[in-house]
């Protein structure tokens, strides 16, 4: 079974600091992993996904096989980025993602 | 360009009561629909997904149950809700094939 853990329910950092979110997942074979955000009053969207390759609003993240994780880190946290994130796994041949339990992330000014 | 219309946006309903939650889509054909419950810690919950109309995968044992009467119309119901049925539901649809999820905007349900 794919399981996805997000350790941190809530991260609190102060502008122009890194942040990173993390997540672990587990699964045997190829997963295709996806972060997702919820801004304050808004729709939950995508932000980024590994096959992608991109970075998104300052943000990246790498897809790490060897310890399973796939971290979403930026060097310079903004007040902005100030919301709910969560990572979430689709295996290969199942297009429903799984969803980690969610990080709260708060940038302080 | 895609919608996906969800609603009610609130819902105050007591115990027992039925619940109809209704979601639809715009701009697609033959989508992946899905009902997630959004609980604070405990992250998305997939409850239900379908892959064509009357066509309905259960992710969980519940109170719930789902239907897709139409291609583009997904309903979450339930006869009598219980208070462990309060929580945020969101309604969501992709392409056949693509895991890239958009969701609706959300109904939050509390049960008196």
């Known amino acids: 079974a794919q399981r996805v853990t997000q350790p941190e329910k809530l991260l609190s950092v102060f502008k122009g600091a890194p942040v990173e979110l993390k997540c672990n997942y587990s699964y045997s074979g190829s997963p295709e992993l996806f972060w997702y955000v919820q801004y304050s009053r808004q729709r939950l969207q995508l932000l980024l996904r590994h096959i992608s390759r991109e970075s998104i609003k300052g943000f990246t993240a790498d897809l790490n096989k060897g310890e399973t994780s796939f971290h979403l880190k930026k060097p310079f946290a903004q007040e902005e980025d100030s919301a709910m994130y969560y990572c979430?796994?689709?295996?290969?041949?199942?297009?429903?993602?799984?969803f980690g339990r969610g990080t709260s992330l708060i940038v302080h000014p | 360009s895609q919608t996906i219309h969800q609603w009610p946006a609130t819902l105050v309903q007591p115990v027992g009561s039925p619940l109809s939650l209704e979601c639809t889509v715009e701009?697609?054909?033959?989508?992946?629909l899905y009902w997630y419950r959004q609980a604070a810690g405990r992250g998305l919950q997939l409850l239900f997904y379908s892959v064509g109309i009357g066509q309905i995968s259960s992710e969980v044992p519940q109170n719930l149950s789902a239907s897709r009467p139409q291609d583009r119309q997904f309903i979450l119901s339930s006869k009598k809700l219980l208070l462990s049925d309060s929580g945020f539901y969101l309604c969501?649809?992709?392409?056949?094939?693509?895991?890239?999820?958009?969701f609706g905007s959300g109904t939050q349900l509390s049960v008196l």
């Open positions: 701009g697609t054909s033959n989508p992946n």
């Open positions: 969501a649809w992709s392409r056949r094939g693509a895991e890239k999820l958009f």
């Open positions: 979430a796994l689709a295996s290969g041949g199942s297009y429903i993602p799984t």
